[in-house]
């Protein structure tokens, strides 16, 4: 028998380009939703969505989303859906159609998951649930970040007995605290403390836990970047704006609920630190074996433009679908595609610096922002109409009608003009914290002194508008169902 050949050496963008538009690997994208990754299957010859939520009511080419409903346990996370998933008959005898040595991305998975993806001969594109679990915990983030030379808020990691205890332990950080718990997301975890009343407030769940971040409240804005950690150097996407905590859009005090991605949105000089935190904290990633796609939460200090570090997310976020139809993506690569390459046994070569030195440029990043919409009242109701996803028009009175069916946001043309993609389907509960849909459109939807702008408001509106909802039969049962499920990680 003769050697098995070596494979060629990618060199270079267009190389990489050309190796994923000729692929021939199974690859999916296993979620409740396919909000993250949209329009990965314009790279990727043969990238399939396996979606709980099916979000096109069929229309989308590249999405599978099992028909029949089988007897579950209540979902109380998105790796309960992922793996209710990856054991419905219909998932397996999909994966089997497509052929053998697949690969999966998820958003979220846990060791079950791994253990599912390996039954259905899926490689988990991703570094281990346990690696991943022990990143996440923002206690060791703040530990990581020490280690790499990046800035945190003044913070003291603690466990906390007591609200004296508390003033005890974070005496050089003044009276206004926020304490932040190892695990959480949007705001759910995240608490302000300025007086006893406060701490009271939320001590059960502060005094649970074995250590907190303890840091000093400060005015600040958020913002997030989201980078790759490759064999050749970390990868790093401009800095985007975070909404967070507006009333319109969560219920969440802290809570994000969208981004902005655009060329003035911060100084060069804020700009520069968060590319160079990014990459310092990245490389660290590195040594300590992770690989792949993560985002960082920044928080820019107002008054001295100090940068600091809020959290990880090692993973595909909320905000990979902005970053990854910008335009300075579509010109080179989407970030998701240096993620693959990473797992595709596959030789490349790339110039990290020249790419981080074209996406940094003004003129490759063009102007968009995306509404993360949540139900924002304490009721429970249950859908009877939701809008379709698809390209919906604005008039000047501020009414929107369904214009055409488009699977992203690409399709947008016109200021007056947005993608939704919605999450919450006819038949499905309102309950406060509920994902109800995404809108994107291109343009500003803050002001500069971070206010929703009111076309950003009309919107939000105008959108809420198209759901029709009444109240549910059988409450106090429905009230149960919805204690277990609120709240946790749909994207």
Same mark, same amino acid.
């Given at each position: ?57 069929g229309l989308h080419p590249n999405v599978f989303s099992p028909k029949e409903e089988i007897p579950h346990d209540e979902f109380q996370s998105i790796e309960d859906i992922n793996n209710y998933l990856l054991e419905h008959k219909e998932v397996v005898d999909y994966l089997k159609s497509r052929g053998k040595n697949g690969k999966a991305l998820f958003l979220m998975f846990d060791e079950k998951t791994e253990s599912l993806a390996k ?28 280690? %790499?030379?990046?800035? +945190? *808020?003044?913070?003291?990691? $603690?466990? =906390? ?9 974070? !005496? ?51 913002? %997030?970047?989201?980078? +790759? *950690?490759?064999?050749?150097? $970390?990868? =790093? ?9 507006? !009333? ?144 919906w028009k604005m008039d000047r009175d501020g009414n929107i009608e369904f214009d055409r069916m488009d699977t992203h946001r690409r399709a947008v043309e016109q200021d007056n003009e947005a993608f939704f993609l919605r999450i919450s389907r006819k038949g499905d509960y309102l309950y406060e914290g509920a994902d109800m849909g995404i809108v994107v459109m291109r343009g500003r939807l803050m002001t500069n002194d971070f206010k929703l ?39």
């Amino acid at each position: 028998m003769g050697k098995k050949s070596k494979k060629k050496t990618l060199k270079g963008i267009s190389d990489i380009r050309r190796f994923f538009y000729r692929n021939e690997t199974p690859i999916y994208f296993i979620s409740a939703t396919n909000f993250n990754l949209l329009g990965a299957d314009e790279w990727v010859k043969g990238f399939k969505f396996i979606c709980y939520i099916e979000c096109f009511d069929g229309l989308h080419p590249n999405v599978f989303s099992p028909k029949e409903e089988i007897p579950h346990d209540e979902f109380q996370s998105i790796e309960d859906i992922n793996n209710y998933l990856l054991e419905h008959k219909e998932v397996v005898d999909y994966l089997k159609s497509r052929g053998k040595n697949g690969k999966a991305l998820f958003l979220m998975f846990d060791e079950k998951t791994e253990s599912l993806a390996k039954m259905n001969g899926l490689e988990v594109c991703f570094p281990s649930a346990k690696m991943r679990q022990f990143m996440d915990n923002k206690v060791n983030t703040n530990r990581i970040a020490q280690k %790499a030379g990046v800035p +945190c *808020v003044p913070n003291v990691l $603690t466990k =906390v007995k007591s609200y004296k205890h508390l003033k005890q332990v974070s !005496k050089k950080l003044g009276n206004d605290l926020v304490i932040q718990t190892p695990f959480g997301d949007s705001g759910h975890t995240t608490f302000f403390i300025s007086n006893e009343e406060d701490y009271e407030r939320y001590a059960d769940e502060i005094t649970a836990e074995k250590e907190v971040k303890v840091m000093k409240k400060i005015k600040c804005r958020g913002s %997030a970047i989201e980078a +790759c *950690v490759t064999r050749h150097g $970390t990868i =790093v996407a401009p800095l985007m704006t975070e909404l967070v905590g507006f !009333k319109e859009l969560t219920p969440y005090k802290g809570g994000w609920c969208g981004n902005e991605i655009y060329s003035e949105a911060f100084t060069p000089s804020i700009r520069k630190k968060a590319r160079k935190y990014t990459q310092l904290f990245g490389d660290q990633l590195r040594k300590e074996g992770y690989k792949g796609y993560f985002e960082l939460d920044f928080l820019i200090e107002e008054g001295t433009n100090r940068v600091y570090l809020g959290e990880l997310n090692p993973r595909v976020t909320g905000a990979s679908s902005i970053t990854n139809h910008a335009v300075f993506a579509l010109a080179d690569a989407p970030l998701f595609i240096f993620h693959l390459l990473e797992w595709m046994g596959q030789p490349y070569e790339v110039s990290v610096n020249s790419i981080n030195k074209r996406w940094f440029k003004p003129e490759n990043i063009d102007d968009w922002g995306q509404l993360v919409i949540k139900h924002t009242e304490d009721t429970i109701e249950m859908i009877t109409d939701a809008p379709r996803s698809g390209i919906w028009k604005m008039d000047r009175d501020g009414n929107i009608e369904f214009d055409r069916m488009d699977t992203h946001r690409r399709a947008v043309e016109q200021d007056n003009e947005a993608f939704f993609l919605r999450i919450s389907r006819k038949g499905d509960y309102l309950y406060e914290g509920a994902d109800m849909g995404i809108v994107v459109m291109r343009g500003r939807l803050m002001t500069n002194d971070f206010k929703l702008r009111v076309r950003a408001k009309k919107w939000i509106d105008a959108i809420k508008g198209q759901f029709s909802s009444q109240m549910p039969r059988n409450l106090s049962k429905i009230e149960e169902k919805v204690a277990e499920i609120g709240g946790f990680k749909m994207m």
